[in-house]
């Protein structure tokens, strides 16, 4: 197959795909879910056979002009094709884990519709080359999002949606108004042709203000951070969806290709973007450590970590930028795999609350060492996978000169340590208050996959690395 | 396949091989096990005295793979090895009754092999790999001791994981201002980053070695976990890894000299672990607390004489390295043989039980009078090595060495006769001597003993002297053996005096421990006042709750402010729209005038 078409059907394959979901829904729920499965692994299966054609160095641009210029332009690199493989990968193991987690709730058919079209944007975001259609994918996974996080239909669910789909509007907004400002500039809104008229000059210094308030919100980063741990009433899966796969993800995704491969930034953005980021890790990872409930602090978790990944990306330093990257596949896999346990404890234990568990190692020993196991990758704990990005991270800081950011996110390191043994002393060990079951096999089995995942991603981190640096070349 | 890789792959196949040893049998696993520990030691050994060097490229950025095996790394080598061993026979009998046997050895094994290829490693990437991977067999190890070793094992794990973080940084720094991560290529003297570097490496170091402020889980731990464990890591390996590593940044890496802050730095850790260890060592009352402190006490010394910079010291601190972990092995497993057949550690339910074991007896008689640095056993020497080193770098540090000494004598002395000598009691009665899979170990880490005090020459010509440049005079000081004479009798002299005034062993150190202001200062630390792991956290409890409120702070913004900044401005132009003609002609006056008067402006 032509990789054009490759990279089309990658997109377009969820995204129409979602659309037939309900449909297969009325004949039969198997069919859904198989179908929902189908067109995300798909998704997966596709950026893997394009990982040859860029690790050998070559890029494609594919251009289809619309009217009033705005063109429908994709773009196959090699930081593109890692993101699409890394996101519909957790994407795909998220479904699995649906398959139980989901089965015994109403709405599954506009479930699984918005948890495909959501992936489906996802990689819409990901190939486009031009800024409108950019900002397109990018609210019709703010849509989605709405949608998923107001699932259960209580009062305060619906509250918890809008809030999260305000801030996010907003910051998409102004970035539309920063998307704006350099077609008034450049005149156009393709990345190609707007970094040929750029030519090593650094975007407008207000364009990149009002594109890194989308881009904050979007990722959850201090101070608009606070939807992402009250969207934490939605089921588990659409949580780690949020959280590991796609939401969070598209914000550091558009940084890296907006700020990292296409344009440049002044300098003082170099020192901005960190030190912001920096807060956001130390005072997320704190507010970690004071939650009780179990899915507040694993999102509090993300925002921390999302930090790191803003530090390695805003590095100038290659090493940095791999670090930044690899961090987004590792933090993708373990934070999905928090999660896929959270929810596992949350259904089984009937509560979120960490203080009142405990023991729970007893009863399910395999949610439990899974959950460890990705909590060492988060913590940067060799041989997982996180220990490699994390340490990439800092190298690439030092070789900056940054020293005093380095420090504050070692504390920002050592606190993650800290809320990750806590809450796994909380729930696991010590003596058993709730008798509560293991998780559906399914369940398990994709939350076990994700831990193997992590331990493999350490262990063969050569593979995901190489593809990496073909970006930072 | 390379010989090189030989002493990781090996342990880490048997580990995986006890992994998937069938449940029901125990002597598969055990079996599996054993060798596992035995081909390792074979294959430490086949290394030993080569020069091996192996490179593949890994990650870029200078992070490769490579290792390299040479004196020093050969030596600790087969060291770890056969401890490894040892323990391993040892935990055969200990162990034979307990559930959590099988992960006690796949832990022990992995241990194994993660220790040698943190000493193999050249590039110092790789060698953190290993190194913080320990962290996880660490926690394993100590979990599995009981019900409640989690608090202890998440205490060891939150300790030495942040100071392995703080190595993560000191590494990525190293890097950064020698511009390699080869370890033998890194030569850096110390301008202010490269202190800082050397800081954060050092801080990885001695919270692997068991030095004050990293110890306090140590003690913890020999009550929490399973005793083989306390015998294999904190006992011998960390040490080995630990002062290793320092080591070769104190002497490859970095150039330390005597002229330079970070040696005083070294020092003043060194005197301060020994004194204050030591001091909690005394008036402990369960013999594996007690040694536990002495774990740490002893860390100093190895500290102090690699922190003198002088070829003395150095050589004696890592001499004191091998033999600190040679004697107090020895006793820790002398301390689970009485554990095992007394079924107590607690000094005040013990008494008189040397002639019932006679030969746990001897060897901890043997292990006693080496770390008390009795002559001819093999403490003595590399102490002597110390205070020669000590006292050319200041009288304050030899004093405290030799003040150290008083104290480790006088423990031990409470020590041995609590537990071995005076009447037996009603429930002891009964005691046997250890199987045999017990004493061997011990017996053969007494001779150790024995054999590195009587030949002492021969480890330090030929493996240690080797390693450090610089020379150093044999001849000793005769004023200094005439010193530790005397601290010995006069330590001897107070345990005899205060045992026949107050009557029973165990209390014959209640002078120094009620004396006035001690006494406070005891209590107080005996109720964990001065535990850095507790005042640690409560500073990080103070930040966490203010990061808390700020962010709670921010979410007001999202969940009052701004709704009700909008629902005002909402109310606000709702009740304008009042349907009442008369005020809407006024808002359009009103308007018009404001286009008038921006119109107006212009002219």
């Known amino acids: 197959m032509n990789n054009g078409v490759l990279a089309f059907s990658i997109i377009f394959i969820p995204l129409i795909g979602a659309l037939l979901l309900p449909l297969a829904g009325r004949i039969s729920r198997g069919l859904r879910n198989a179908l929902a499965l189908v067109f995300v692994a798909s998704s997966f299966v596709l950026s893997l056979k394009l990982i040859p054609f860029v690790m050998s160095g070559h890029t494609l641009a594919i251009n289809k002009p619309l009217l009033m210029g705005l063109n429908f332009t994709l773009n196959v690199d090699s930081l593109a094709v890692f993101m699409a493989a890394t996101s519909s990968l957790i994407g795909a193991i998220i479904i699995l884990y649906s398959f139980g987690y989901i089965s015994h709730y109403e709405n599954q058919n506009e479930y699984y519709l918005m948890v495909v079209l959501f992936l489906g944007s996802m990689m819409g975001i990901i190939f486009s080359a031009n800024l409108i259609f950019l900002y397109m994918f990018w609210e019709m996974t703010a849509i989605a999002s709405w949608r998923l996080i107001g699932f259960f239909r209580k009062d ?96 550091v995704y558009v940084f890296a290709r907006l700020f990292v491969v296409s344009f440049e930034m002044s300098q003082a953005w170099y020192t901005a973007v960190p030190l912001i980021a920096g807060l956001s890790a130390v005072i997320s990872a704190g507010a970690a450590l004071v939650e009780v409930d179990i899915k507040r602090i694993v999102a509090y978790s ?168 073909m970006v930072v070349r | 396949m390379k010989q090189i890789f030989l002493p990781i792959v090996t342990p880490l196949a048997a580990a995986l ?31 030993f005295n080569k020069n091996v060097n192996f490179s593949a490229p890994w990650l870029g950025f200078g992070i490769d793979l490579s290792l390299r095996a040479d004196l020093l790394a050969g030596f600790i080598l087969i060291a770890a090895a056969g401890f490894g061993f040892l323990v391993t026979l040892y935990s055969l009998a200990f162990m034979s009754d307990k559930a959590s046997a099988k992960q006690f050895y796949f832990y022990l094994l992995v241990t194994l092999c993660l220790v040698n290829g943190a000493v193999l490693a050249e590039n110092l990437f790789l060698m953190l790999f290993f190194w913080e991977g320990l962290l996880l067999t660490l926690f394993g190890m100590i979990a599995i001791g ?59 170091a001695l919270a692997k070695a068991g030095a004050m402020p990293f110890h306090s889980w140590i003690p913890d731990a020999s009550l929490a976990s399973p005793l083989p464990f306390m015998a294999f890591l904190p006992a011998a390996l960390e040490k080995l890894l630990g002062i290793y590593f320092l080591a070769r940044i104190s002497l490859d890496m970095f150039r330390l000299s005597p002229g330079a802050w970070p040696s005083a730095m070294l020092m003043i850790i060194g005197s301060a672990t020994i004194l204050l260890a030591v001091m909690m060592a005394l008036i402990q009352k369960d013999y594996k607390k007690l040694l536990s402190y002495h774990a740490i006490s002893q860390v100093g010394y190895m500290v102090l004489g690699i922190g003198t910079a002088l070829p003395a010291g150095i050589i004696g601190g890592l001499f004191h390295m091998i033999n600190h972990a040679m004697y107090k092995s020895c006793l820790f497993l002398t301390a689970g043989s009485v554990e095992k057949e007394a079924g107590s550690t607690d000094l005040e339910k013990l008494g008189g039980i040397g002639l019932k074991m006679p030969v746990t007896f001897a060897c901890f008689l043997i292990a006693a009078m080496s770390i008390s640095g009795v002559p001819p056993f093999n403490g003595f020497f590399s102490k002597e090595l110390l205070y020669g080193a000590a006292l050319e770098r200041g009288l304050v540090f030899y004093a405290a060495a030799a003040l150290g000494s008083f104290f480790t004598a006088l423990s031990f002395l409470k020590l041995g006769h609590a537990v071995y000598l005076g009447r037996i009691r009603e429930e002891n009665k009964n005691v046997k001597e250890a199987p045999w899979g017990m004493l061997f170990p011990m017996i053969a880490l007494a001779a150790g003993c024995v054999i590195f005090g009587l030949w002492n020459k021969f480890p330090i010509h030929n493996i240690i002297q080797p390693i450090v440049a610089g020379e150093f005079s044999e001849s000793m000081n005769a004023k200094i053996i005439l010193a530790t004479v005397i601290i010995l009798c006069a330590a001897l002299i107070h345990h005899l005096v205060s045992v026949k005034l107050r009557k029973r062993a165990i209390n014959a150190v209640d002078n120094i421990h009620h004396a006035p202001m001690l006494s406070v200062i005891y209590d107080k630390a005996e109720k964990r006042h001065f535990d850095p792991y507790d005042i640690g956290l409560k500073a990080v409890s103070v930040f966490v709750w203010s990061a808390f409120l700020l962010d709670r702070m921010n979410d007001f913004i999202y969940n009052r402010l701004a709704p009700g900044c909008l629902g005002l401005a909402g109310r606000f ?31």
């Not at chain 1, 920063?178 to 750029?198: A, H, M, N, Q, W």
């Not at chain 1, 210094?205 to 101070?223: C, E, H, Q, R, Y």
């Not at chain 1, 596949?329 to 009142?356: C, P, V, Y």
């Not at chain 2, 190293?174 to 570097?197: D, Q, V």
């Open chain 1, 156 to 251: 305060s669910d619906w509250m918890r949606a809008d809030k999260a789909f305000l801030v996010t509007m907003f910051g998409a907004v102004m970035m539309l108004v920063g998307f704006i400002y350099i077609y008034s500039k450049t005149g156009s809104f393709d990345i190609p042709v707007i970094r040929g008229i750029l030519s090593a000059r650094p975007l407008p210094d207000m364009a990149v203000l009002l594109i890194l308030f989308g881009i904050f919100t979007k990722s959850a980063t201090l101070p608009f951070h606070t939807w992402l741990p009250d969207a934490g009433i939605a089921p588990s899966p659409v949580t780690a969806l949020l959280h590991a796969a796609v939401l969070v993800k598209i914000g």
């Open chain 1, 302 to 469: 993300t925002i921390s970590q999302i930090g790191f990944i803003f530090f390695g990306l805003s590095t100038s330093h290659k090493i940095g930028v791999t670090g930044g990257l690899l961090y987004i596949l590792m933090h993708g896999m373990a934070k999905a795999g928090l999660f896929l346990s959270a929810g596992i404890i949350e259904q089984n234990a009937k509560t979120k609350d960490i203080t009142r568990m405990g023991g729970l190692i007893k009863t399910m020993p395999l949610t439990a060492l899974s959950f460890l196991f990705c909590a060492f990758s988060v913590m940067a704990i060799p041989p997982f996978g996180g220990f490699f990005s994390k340490y990439l991270v800092f190298m690439g800081a030092i070789e900056d000169g940054s020293f005093v950011l380095t420090f504050l996110f070692l504390l920002g390191a050592i606190l993650t340590i800290l809320y990750l043994l806590r809450m796994f002393k909380f729930i696991f060990l010590g003596d058993l208050k709730i008798e509560a079951r293991e998780g559906s096999r399914i369940m398990v089995a994709s939350v076990v996959l994700l831990a193997a995942l992590s331990l493999a991603a350490g262990i063969f981190v050569n593979y995901p690395n190489r593809l990496v640096q």
């Open chain 2, 17 to 47: 091989l006890v992994l998937c040893a069938p449940k029901k049998s125990n002597r598969m696993k055990e079996a599996l096990a054993l060798a596992g520990a035995a081909v390792n030691l074979f294959v430490a050994a086949s290394l």
């Open chain 2, 146 to 204: 009981g019900k409640d070793s989690y608090k202890t094992a998440i205490k060891a794990f939150t300790i030495v994981g942040v100071s392995d973080l703080c190595m993560m940084i000191g590494i990525a720094l190293t890097a950064h201002l020698a511009g390699t991560l080869a370890m033998s290529k890194i030569s850096l003297s110390f301008t202010p980053m490269a202190g800082l570097a050397f800081t954060l490496l050092m801080i990885g």
């Open chain 2, 573 to 603: 132009i709702s009740r304008s729209h009042s349907g009442n003609f008369a005020t809407y002609i006024g808002w359009s006056i009103l308007g018009m005038l404001i286009i008038v008067i921006f119109l107006m402006r212009g002219l």
